[in-house]
C-alpha cells in the first residue's frame, strides 16, 4: 500500500518537472526526492547540540580525541 503511494507520489513528481520544461529527467527527480527523504530522516532522527548544530557529539564520536589528531 505504501508503496504504491510513493510510486504515485514519484511519477507525478516526474510528471509535473516534464510538463513544467524544467531542466533535468526522470533520473534528477528520483535522486532529488531520495535526497531529501534523506534529509529529513536525518535531521528528525540524529541528535545534535541547538547551540552548535553538528557539533554536538564530536568529543562521543572521536573518542575524546581533538579534531584531526591521530587514533592510536
Same mark, same amino acid.
Given at each position: 500500500?505504501?508503496?504504491?503511494?510513493?510510486?504515485?507520489?514519484?511519477?507525478?513528481?516526474?510528471?509535473?518537472?516534464?510538463?513544467?520544461?524544467?531542466?533535468?529527467? =526522470? @533520473? &534528477?527527480?528520483?535522486?532529488?526526492?531520495? *535526497?531529501?527523504?534523506?534529509?529529513?530522516? #536525518?535531521?528528525?532522527?540524529?541528535?545534535? =547540540? @541547538? &547551540?552548535?548544530?553538528?557539533?554536538?557529539? *564530536?568529543?562521543?564520536?572521536?573518542?575524546? #580525541?581533538?579534531?584531526?589528531?591521530?587514533?592510536?
Amino acid at each position: 500500500m505504501l508503496t504504491r503511494r510513493i510510486r504515485e507520489d514519484l511519477d507525478a513528481s516526474i510528471g509535473h518537472h516534464a510538463a513544467s520544461g524544467l531542466p533535468g529527467d =526522470s @533520473t &534528477s527527480v528520483l535522486l532529488l526526492y531520495l *535526497t531529501l527523504n534523506w534529509l529529513i530522516v #536525518e535531521r528528525l532522527t540524529v541528535p545534535v =547540540s @541547538t &547551540s552548535r548544530p553538528g557539533r554536538g557529539r *564530536t568529543k562521543e564520536l572521536t573518542n575524546g #580525541e581533538a579534531h584531526g589528531s591521530k587514533m592510536a
